[in-house]
């Protein structure tokens, strides 16, 4: 694909279903990017959610990995105030020997949580944030340090293992300088930020100085995508999401409820509104509308690659959006070959 295609994986937990089972069919829609082209598979830091059951990310990258050949998995991300940059070293450098040239290190400042979660995980304060980067830079060999700095005699095993490319995540441009200065790769969670992605881009790429692992700038544009063989078909689904949006929202943590649930569901005006905010952000429709909006979307900020998350309720139609979305981008790729 001229414009390649990834996906974001958030583990989510469906009504009736359960946590452990989601966890488990991870590596079923890994499979099935892997065959129809998509270059990575990342995994989202999340705590304390019903809904989301990655948690653990490094475990489920090692679980896919393990289940794929070709596909590049990784965090997306990290939550790095959460963690020891010693800790993240160790386990990501674990991870590059058992993968070699196939694992990705993407870093969010955020904790990921609520604050009372964040407290039991003895997260820093996300202030912190360039600190811990720098930390974690001494096991990546882009850091030299004074012969009686504390951290030069430490080692992060396996150390014949590299660091791998390291990506930093951000939904509001704060990280998009940072990211462009030290020669990282970025990533903008559009899928839940409405803020444009086009400044923080251009941010990046203004402050990008090239580096072993990223020789030239490479910016990720996330979005949440839905998409299904007919209109109603998408809408309905949508029902689903838009109810987990709008209890999120308000503060209400629960399983993705189903479409059904979401058409039982009364709104109040204040969940309309939250609902209304939500499907800005999202794109949903057949697959000839869904290639349209993505193509516009990574357009308007020239995005290098596109990052779609599908958080349907239903196992089936999510693999089915995923499935779609890839054959129509595919098809506008031919179809330009054929002109």
Request: charged content about 20%; hydrophobic content about 40%.
């Amino acid at each position: 694909m001229a414009l390649p295609l990834s996906i974001l994986d958030l583990v989510p937990v469906p009504s009736g279903g359960s946590a452990a089972e989601s966890v488990r069919r991870t590596v079923e829609l890994a499979q099935l990017g892997e065959r129809l082209g998509y270059v990575r598979y990342w995994f989202a830091e999340h705590h304390g959610m019903p809904s989301v059951a990655s948690s653990a990310p490094e475990v489920l990258i090692a679980h896919v990995a393990a289940g794929t050949r070709t596909l590049r998995v990784g965090s997306g991300g990290v939550m790095l105030p959460n963690h020891a940059p010693l800790r993240v070293a160790e386990a990501f450098r674990t991870l590059a020997a058992l993968h070699p040239g196939r694992i990705d290190l993407g870093l969010g400042r955020a904790p990921g949580s609520d604050p009372r979660t964040s407290h039991v995980l003895r997260a820093v304060d996300g202030g912190h944030f360039p600190d811990l980067l720098s930390e974690l830079l001494t096991w990546s060999g882009r850091n030299d340090l004074p012969a009686d700095h504390p951290l030069n005699s430490l080692r992060a095993m396996p150390d014949d293992a590299p660091l791998p490319p390291i990506w930093l995540l951000g939904s509001s441009g704060a990280s998009a300088r940072l990211a462009g200065s030290a020669g990282m790769g970025y990533s903008f969670a559009s899928h839940f930020s409405p803020t444009p992605a086009a400044p923080a881009f251009d941010a990046y790429r203004g402050a990008f100085v090239p580096s072993r692992e990223f020789p030239q700038p490479h910016a990720i544009l996330g979005v949440s995508v839905l998409c299904a063989d007919t209109t109603d078909e998408a809408e309905f689904l949508a029902g689903g999401m838009d109810l987990a949006w709008a209890r999120l929202r308000s503060g209400v943590l629960a399983p993705l409820p189903s479409p059904e649930e979401a058409s039982c569901h009364r709104y109040t005006e204040a969940e309309r509104r939250l609902v209304r905010d939500f499907r800005r952000l999202v794109v949903i429709g057949t697959p000839d509308t869904v290639r349209r909006e993505l193509l516009a979307r990574a357009g308007e900020c020239g995005a290098s690659e596109l990052m779609v998350v599908c958080n349907v309720h239903g196992h089936a139609q999510r693999l089915r959006s995923y499935e779609l979305v890839a054959q129509a981008m595919a098809a506008r790729e031919a179809t330009g070959a054929l002109r």
